[in-house]
T-cell receptor, first 110, second 118 residues
Framework: SQQGEEDPQALSIQEGENATMNCSYKTSINNLQWYRQNSGRGLVHLILIRSNEREKHSGRLRVTLDTSKKSSSLLITASRAADTASYFCALSRSNYQLIWGAGTKLIIKP | EAGVAQSPRYKIIEKRQSVAFWCNPISGHATLYWYQQILGQGPKLLIQFQNNGVVDDSQLPKDRFSAERLKGVDSTLKIQPAKLEDSAVYLC????????????????FGAGSRLTVL
């Protein structure tokens, strides 16, 4: 399969803790994106990292990309109840295709 | 800027009936996508338009699904006849023009249309 594979499938942590989720893939990519989906909603773009980048930050989000290991991680620091959602990685190759993983379901307990 | 508009938000039909979903993308976005998302899974691309043309419809079940994008703006996705396994959320997304070999752009999604087939 060419799709991204997130792990863990589900993650439950206390508010204030950090949450880390991972995305592994099998093919070469141009860029990798992370999206969030709140229950019953569409997906919202969080961050894009290009294949020649190793790390990017956006607010409480930190994304890393290791192309040699074909993996990426998304770190959410100081989690909040509003971070409860499903998180998806999406891989982009040098064509029109965007390949999606099955997502990590994150639950932040108050 | 206004977001991606989709309607209806919810639809319940009997199997073998037909249904149509409508999408209005962000103004100026040349590329429009229809995805199917089954509960607990990631989005699955059904069809991708760039302006009026179809870029990718390899996963569209063409015996029952059809989509069009007239004048390169609004789009409709139709299912006829519907099957039980078509129960899903149908997501529309749009992005700026995708340059060849540059990889995909950032997508803006609508809220989705939830279909239940009984």
């Amino acid at each position: 399969s060419q799709q991204g594979e997130e792990d863990p499938q589900a993650l439950s942590i206390q508010e204030g803790e950090n949450a880390t989720m991972n995305c592994s893939y099998k093919t070469s990519i141009n860029n990798l994106q992370w999206y969030r989906q709140n229950s019953g909603r569409g997906l919202v773009h969080l961050i894009l990292i290009r294949s020649n980048e190793r790390e990017k930050h956006s607010g409480r989000l930190r994304v890393t990309l290791d192309t040699s290991k074909k993996s990426s991680s998304l770190l959410i620091t100081a989690s909040r109840a509003a971070d409860t959602a499903s998180y998806f990685c999406a891989l982009s190759r040098s064509n029109y295709q965007l390949i999606w993983g099955a997502g990590t379901k994150l639950i932040i307990k108050p | 800027e206004a977001g991606v508009a989709q309607s209806p938000r919810y639809k319940i039909i009997e199997k073998r009936q037909s249904v149509a979903f409508w999408c209005n993308p962000i103004s100026g976005h040349a590329t429009l996508y229809w995805y199917q998302q089954i509960l607990g899974q990631g989005p699955k691309l059904l069809i991708q338009f760039q302006n009026n043309g179809v870029v990718d419809d390899s996963q569209l079940p063409k015996d029952r699904f059809s989509a069009e994008r007239l004048k390169g703006v609004d789009s409709t996705l139709k299912i006829q006849p519907a099957k039980l396994e078509d129960s899903a959320v149908y997501l529309c997304a749009s992005s700026h023009f995708v340059l060849p070999y540059s990889g995909a752009n950032v997508l803006t999604f609508g809220a989705g249309s939830r279909l239940t087939v009984l």
